[in-house]
């Protein structure tokens, strides 16, 4: 047979930017929740048992029993207009004042980080990136073969000539800054008023874009509010959206529930203009069905869903860092988030959390996130990420327990 025909020979007819495409680390830990004597602090995911299951079941039922036609019919692409009014509502109380036209629904905000990379990033561009970063981010930007450089917004960022030239050597330019500022997945850090600051001028200096992953914005459990991105930067251009160079992605996900895939871009209506044609090119439209079903559940319940959710996770956070304050060895060090659902634990030197959580799944029944994935230089190899959002008081005190005496075999 020859080799036109062995058709087993997949990997010389992809294009060259599928061998940048790797599966999740994440999404292969979720398989490990159907063990039930594995206590997980793996998957970053939301606690079913806080779904407005009941409230979703009644907005099926009477959506399909007064506008079925509507519902399951094609949609336009920039989503469904009253979805989209109540956004701008809730822009509007965040601090970013914009019309429907500056918003896009789209099918999660994982869908939104793809379609931004697919607009920005030509081969070989840079994509400026935190250390550690979201996995998915990077995952969505390898896909449009982008270099990487790192920005450290808190602890002072280079010259923007020194970005400019390692964008050369990489052979492209900058293109975005690309940041979780709330609550960040995966080290559960906010980022202050002043480097936020910073960031944009950074930004207008090197003329690029800065995307502003707020999935985790609303679960703030203490602390002092800050200030999304997007809306100081429109506070320096007079208030103007169509001036500013910030792209919002929000989601539904982690306040409401994940399963009907939906988020949304807020930003200038120009570049939303570019976004709708690549999602006519994707897949036309988010399901008209669940955009439907979110607005009117958000419409009737979303303040006392989020504050809910809130209570929950606020609890179960103090209880995991009481628990590593009480177990860990002194060479552990953490992160203590004022929100989300993650905290970031870094131990010693020279052990690799890889290796770790082979041992851990062995011996301790323990799963966590391995630090090295979210690191696009591949650094992080003595870094784990923790959640707490699916673990019950008591499953977080005994893996607590457990992984510290793990972590203690090793000192």
């Known amino acids: 047979m020859s080799e036109a025909q062995d058709e087993s020979n997949w990997d010389n007819r992809y294009a060259t930017r599928s061998s940048r495409m790797q599966a999740s680390e994440i999404r292969e830990l979720l398989k490990l929740l159907d063990q039930p004597d594995i206590i997980s602090f793996a998957g970053g995911i939301p606690d079913p048992h806080l779904f407005a299951a009941e409230d979703m079941r009644n907005a099926y039922s009477d959506v399909l029993s007064k506008n079925a036609n509507a519902a399951l019919q094609y949609s336009t692409s920039e989503g469904y207009e009253p979805l989209r009014h109540w956004l701008t509502d809730y822009m509007s109380k965040i601090g970013v004042k914009c019309t429907p036209d500056n918003i896009m629904i789209v099918s999660g905000s994982q869908q939104a980080l793809d379609y931004c990379g697919k607009l920005f990033l030509s081969p070989n561009d840079t994509a400026l990136v935190t250390r550690p970063a979201y996995l998915g ?170 504050d809910k959710i809130r209570k929950a996770y606020h609890h179960r956070r103090d209880q995991m860092l009481a628990a590593l304050e009480k177990y860990m060895p002194a060479s552990a060090s953490w992160t203590k988030p004022e929100g989300g659902m993650f905290i970031w634990l870094t131990v010693k030197e020279g052990l690799d959390s890889k290796e770790l959580l082979a041992k851990s799944l062995e011996t301790e029944r323990v799963a966590f996130v391995p630090g090295k994935a979210f690191f696009a230089d591949g650094s992080g190899a003595n870094t784990m990420r923790l959640s707490y959002s699916l673990a019950s008081d008591e499953e977080i005190d005994q893996g607590i327990m457990r992984l510290a005496r793990l972590i203690k075999s090793y000192e």
């Open 137 to 306: 981010a990077l995952q969505a930007f390898n896909a449009y073969e982008a270099h990487y450089d790192f920005i450290s917004p808190e602890s002072g960022n280079r010259t923007p000539q020194s970005y400019k030239d390692e964008a050369a050597k990489a052979g492209g330019r900058p293109k975005f800054a690309y940041l979780t500022p709330d609550f960040a997945n995966p080290t559960g850090d906010t980022i202050s008023r002043e480097a936020r600051m910073k960031l944009l001028a950074l930004a207008d200096e090197l003329d690029i874009v800065v995307l502003e992953d707020s999935a985790y914005q609303g679960l703030r459990y203490s602390g002092e509010h800050v200030p999304p991105i997007i809306s100081l930067d429109l506070e320096r251009n007079g208030g103007d959206i169509e001036k500013i160079r910030t792209l919002y992605s929000g989601s539904f996900s982690k306040t409401v529930t994940p399963g009907l895939r939906l988020g949304w871009i807020c930003g200038p209506k120009e570049v939303i203009r570019k976004l709708v044609l690549i999602k006519q090119a994707a897949d036309l439209h988010t399901p008209t069905i669940n955009q439907m079903v979110m607005y009117q559940v958000v419409s009737n319940i979303f303040d006392k869903q989020v």
